[in-house]
Nanobody
Framework: QVHLVQTGGGLVQSGGSLTLSCAASEGTGIFSVGAMAWYRQAPGKQRDLVASISTGITTNYAESVKGRFIISRDVAKNTVYLHMNTLKPEDTAVYYC???????????????WGQGTQVTVSS
């Protein structure tokens, strides 16, 4: 069974910084992680892509976070990070990590989601 466990998040003042992390694991320890990404969902809005990173470390960012957020990954630890700087109140949302994972019982990279973590930026 695949697990994506998120840590980080919380309350921060406008202009502050936070780092989110998301670690992938699977019961047998035999799995392959493809692209990883962060999404966010504000109240009453759809879930939107914030940033993504490929296995080749190619990154992609939403226009609203370019220059402020940095996505990175530790391939050995199967972990993805989101370093958020110069946070704004409009960044307030529940943040979800996403990873494409292949396992022996479910071959082919399929999307899995973390549990979500609240980020609140006060003005």
């Amino acid at each position: 069974q695949v697990h994506l466990v998120q840590t980080g998040g919380g309350l921060v003042q406008s202009g502050g910084s936070l780092t989110l992390s998301c670690a992938a694991s699977e019961g047998t320890g035999i799995f392959s992680v493809g692209a990883m990404a962060w999404y966010r969902q504000a109240p009453g809005k759809q879930r939107d892509l914030v940033a993504s990173i490929s296995t080749g470390i190619t990154t992609n960012y939403a226009e609203s976070v370019k220059g402020r957020f940095i996505i990175s990954r530790d391939v050995a630890k199967n972990t993805v990070y989101l370093h958020m700087n110069t946070l704004k109140p409009e960044d307030t949302a529940v943040y979800y990590c996403n990873a494409e994972i292949s396992t022996p019982s479910a071959p082919g990279h399929r999307p899995y989601w973390g549990q979500g973590t609240q980020v609140t930026v006060s003005s």
